[in-house]
Nanobody, 125 residues
């Protein structure tokens, strides 16, 4: 499985961006998919995750601003980011796993075996 992330860029505070992650391989609809981010000097953080069935995870700092979604026909997962803040600046990575994660594991980087390359998101104040 290969993951290809895109959609990052430079945006002013309060603006929006939509990240996309295109996946190859079969059974994409069964994968747990997630978006992580890593800012300089900080640990990689799970921003949002989505199970194949109903079930999502958002880190507290993005609740109400970010939305993760999936288009199974296009084998793509999206991260719609609204009301962006300078503290959202980071490299964003998409990740996936075929394993049936429990909710508490969805935010753990080691739970995912497939990773895309990062895409830079920079929010100016």
């Amino acid at each position: 499985v290969q993951l290809q992330a895109s959609g990052g860029g430079l945006v002013q505070a309060g603006g929006s961006l939509r990240l996309s992650c295109a996946a190859s391989g079969r059974a994409f609809s069964n994968y747990v998919m997630a978006w992580f981010r890593q800012a300089p000097g900080k640990a990689r953080e799970c921003v949002a995750a989505l199970k194949s069935s109903a079930g999502t995870y958002y880190t507290d700092s993005v609740k109400g601003r970010f939305t993760i979604s999936r288009d199974s026909a296009k084998k793509t997962v999206f991260l719609q980011m609204n009301s962006l803040k300078p503290e959202d600046t980071a490299v964003y990575y998409c990740a996936g796993t075929i394993r049936p994660l429990i909710s508490s594991s969805m935010r753990v980087p080691n739970a995912y075996e497939y990773w895309g390359q990062g895409t830079q998101v920079t929010v100016s104040s």
